[in-house]
């Protein structure tokens, strides 16, 4: 019996010191864990945790190592934009003519909708967003202006963000699938659609069934090849600049249950045009000319004319609400329209990198080292981004005391039981965002670069670093 009370004596001695152990402590023997792993035998690693009411550290390991960030970027690009632009912030696009509305409803001249930057025009993700909705409020405000038959055209005017819709630093292979969609001064369905897949056996030819919507004024051709189950969807989009064929190249696993693929739009403010010139000819609503963009008037050496007379003005969602499903599904469109969208707010150009030196320019006035946060793009999805997580920790740090504060605490997802924002690109994994530790609140940032072997081992691995906040 004595040595059974020992026993016990000895466990809950052992037990209280682990309780006791201080939380720089626990973390640092678990990052220590992290970097011995085999998996990061040549990785870079990061981690910076802060108290998220006073900033002050609670455990560093590599806190000024400039790392690629993947989507924890966007944690820095939606900060500065509730600061920038405010939560209640709305995009205005502009439907409206120019010419004149004859006796019979003729109007000789143009339909413009014109752009402002929205990226949520069309999308499915809010009710008064989706496409459906969008062309009946435009079919609305030109049947009650009395129009019946357009002799002209519908133009889809993106020009507000100029001409360059890629970030400087994306990668080819990303370029063409919907989560590489570039950036427009007109959106449309967040510049993506489907292809449907028709798959078969193992090593066969995969075809297209059809695209969702159609898309009559593009060519396909599949290279994609049907792989063995477990594989995953391995099958990319590639669409040559200015070109009307696009690619698909290859493997697709035969257990995928989607079969599809989604891609970038070409040309998103065409398609816009093209949906409202369709869905006007279905009513009987004839227009004479084929629709055009800035880019395809462009082309043909023409400028696009403007707005004489306005319609109807379209608002998008408040910025809280955009920020939500950006942060949510890691919309990297939603994050270059709001980088371009900083700039153009403060009175520059609309480009990535003039809202990058924007970015720059409020962070170094709040003490952030500009070369600390050495980013090219607002998503992340750019491998040339550098960022230091005491640098990504200081802004969430930041946040914490800001009114808005709540809708952008409500945008990141739960992983692992914490509210984080994740990071994903090649061989890079990253996670930032708050949690409680026994009534203190932390917000943290870790980073893991060049790991090998798989992905889901390294987050398991990463996870139990963060336990340690729990």
Same mark, same amino acid.
């Given at each position: 019996m004595r040595i059974h009370t020992k026993c016990l004596l000895s466990l809950l001695f052992i037990t209280g010191q682990v309780a006791a152990q201080p939380l720089d402590q626990k973390l640092q023997s678990a990052f220590g864990r992290l970097q011995a792993d085999s998996q990061c035998r040549y990785a870079s690693l990061s981690l910076t945790v802060l108290d998220a009411r006073t900033g002050e550290k609670v455990f560093t390991a590599n806190p000024n190592m400039g790392l690629a960030t993947a989507s924890t970027l966007k944690t820095i690009t939606t900060i500065t934009a509730f600061n920038l632009l405010g939560k209640?912030?709305?995009?205005?696009?502009?439907? &409206?003519?120019?010419?004149?509305?004859?006796?019979? &409803?003729? #109007?000789?001249?143009?339909?413009?909708i014109k752009g402002a930057g929205d990226p949520t025009l069309g999308s499915w993700r809010y009710e008064n967003t989706h496409e459906g909705h969008i062309l009946g409020l435009m079919v609305d405000a030109l049947q009650?202006? &009395?129009?019946?038959k357009i002799n002209g055209r519908i133009i889809g005017d993106d020009s507000v963000f100029g001409s360059q819709s890629i970030p400087e630093g994306w990668i080819?292979?990303?370029?063409?699938?919907?989560?590489?969609?570039?950036?427009? &001064?007109?959106?449309?369905?967040?510049?993506?659609?489907?292809?449907?897949?028709?798959?078969?056996?193992?090593?066969? $030819?995969?075809?297209?069934?059809h695209e969702v919507p159609a898309m009559p004024y593009l060519n396909f051709?599949?290279?994609?090849?049907?792989? $063995? /189950?477990?594989?995953?969807?391995? /099958?990319? /989009?590639? #669409?040559?600049?200015?070109?009307?064929?696009?690619?698909?190249?290859?493997?697709y696993a035969e257990d995928q249950s989607k079969k599809n693929i989604s891609a970038a739009l070409p040309d998103p403010a065409y398609d816009a045009a093209f949906r409202l010139m369709d869905t006007l000819k279905r009513l009987g609503i004839l227009v004479s000319n084929e629709p055009e963009s800035t880019s395809s008037l462009a082309a043909k050496g023409l400028i696009a004319p403007q707005i004489g007379t306005n319609l109807t003005t379209l608002l998008s969602p408040r910025l809280s609400q955009i920020v939500y499903w950006?942060?949510?599904?890691?919309?990297? #469109?939603?994050?270059?329209?709001?980088?371009?969208?900083?700039a153009w707010k403060a009175g520059k150009k609309p480009s990535t990198s003039n809202g990058v030196e924007v970015e720059h320019e409020f962070w170094s006035a709040r003490g952030i080292d500009p070369h600390s946060l050495n980013i090219v793009d607002g998503s992340g999805l750019s491998p040339g981004d550098r960022v230091?997580?005491?640098?990504? /920790?200081?802004? #969430?740090?930041?946040?914490?005391?800001?009114?808005?504060? $709540?809708?952008?605490?409500?945008?990141? $997802?739960?992983?692992?039981?914490?509210?984080?924002?994740?990071?994903?690109i090649l061989n890079v994994l990253t996670y930032a965002g708050y949690h409680s530790y026994h009534g203190r609140e932390l917000c943290f940032s870790i980073m893991v670069n060049n790991f090998n072997g798989s992905s889901k081992a390294i987050k398991e691995k990463i996870f139990r670093v963060l336990d340690e906040l729990k």
């Open positions: 209640d912030f709305q995009y205005q696009t502009q439907f &409206g003519y120019n010419g004149s509305i004859g006796a019979d &409803g003729t #109007l000789t001249g143009d339909l413009i009650k202006a &009395g129009i019946k080819w292979m990303d370029v063409g699938n919907y989560y590489g969609a570039g950036t427009s &001064g007109l959106c449309w369905r967040e510049n993506q659609f489907d292809i449907k897949l028709r798959t078969g056996r193992i090593d066969s $030819p995969i075809s297209i069934s051709k599949s290279e994609l090849v049907n792989a $063995p /189950a477990g594989t995953g969807d391995n /099958a990319y /989009a590639f #669409l040559p600049v200015s070109g009307k064929t696009m690619y698909l190249r290859g493997t950006l942060n949510q599904k890691s919309i990297n #469109l939603y994050a270059e329209q709001l980088l371009k969208t900083i230091t997580t005491l640098t990504m /920790a200081t802004i #969430l740090q930041s946040a914490k005391k800001e009114t808005w504060f $709540p809708d952008f605490y409500n945008s990141l $997802p739960t992983y692992n039981d914490i509210k984080m924002k994740s990071g994903t």
